[in-house]
């Protein structure tokens, strides 16, 4: 799971060329279900805004979580891990995935790796299973499936609430759930190809709480 022939897009902030193809963060497609401008805004344009309460709260949790587990984890390669869970459940965080293939990249907040199935949990704050969450959640189960290939366990999306063990919302990755994620996919890379245009949420409500508001032709105060 290595960024192979890899550089720094040269126009995207945050965005890489990997195997000549256009390689996103997954966090990305949350971005783009709450405003799509505001990537542009971030990522192309470069305009720098301080992070948000709830952006540092949420990077505290994380930390704390990670920390936790590698209190009792036991340091294993990828491949132990997929052998060994073909015989035992194996519990895993900030699991890195890459796909060159679909052009994103990610680390996996926690997957349980099953004999029948894999988990991938994404935490999130709250407990609204929102199009956005379901989104980058499918976007790491897509990045995750590239990886293994043809290993024939069934993969699960789930959504948790960040610093609890409350799973919210969960479904198989099944061929529907993939094929809503590659065809958003494939706007995005439109997107970041000029072949198509970033647009702004319709919703004022998203407005009134960006922190790109005073810099977005599109906010009306």
């Not at 587990?69 to 036991?74: D, G, I, L, N, T």
């Not at 194996?90 to 995935?97: D, F, K, N, P, Q």
Request: proline fraction near 5%.
């Amino acid at each position: 799971m290595v960024d192979e022939n890899s550089k720094p897009h040269p126009q995207i902030k945050g965005a890489k060329i990997i195997n000549e193809k256009v390689n996103f963060p997954i966090s990305w497609l949350n971005q783009q279900g709450y405003c799509e401008y505001s990537i542009f805004l971030e990522y192309v344009e470069g305009i720098q805004t301080a992070p948000t309460p709830e952006m540092k709260k949420g990077h505290e949790v994380h930390q704390q979580l990670e920390e936790k587990f590698k209190e009792e984890a036991v340091p294993a390669t990828f491949k132990e891990m997929m052998d060994l869970s073909q015989k035992e459940e194996i519990l895993s965080r900030e699991l890195w995935v890459v796909s060159p293939k679909y052009g994103v990249r990610g680390f996996i907040d926690e997957i349980w790796l099953t004999p029948d199935e894999f988990v991938i949990i994404d935490d999130k704050p709250g407990t609204v299973a929102y199009y956005s969450t379901i989104n980058q959640v499918f976007g790491y189960c897509l990045a995750f499936k590239d990886t293994i290939e043809n290993d024939g366990r069934k993969i699960r999306a789930a959504l948790r609430e960040r610093g609890t063990d409350n799973i919210f919302w969960s479904t198989e990755f099944d061929q529907k759930a993939e094929k809503q994620i590659k065809k958003l996919l494939k706007r995005m890379h439109d997107l970041f190809n000029g072949e198509k245009s970033f647009l702004p949420t319709k919703n004022p409500r998203k407005c009134a709480k960006c922190r790109f508001r005073s810099y977005c032709e599109y906010y009306n105060e």
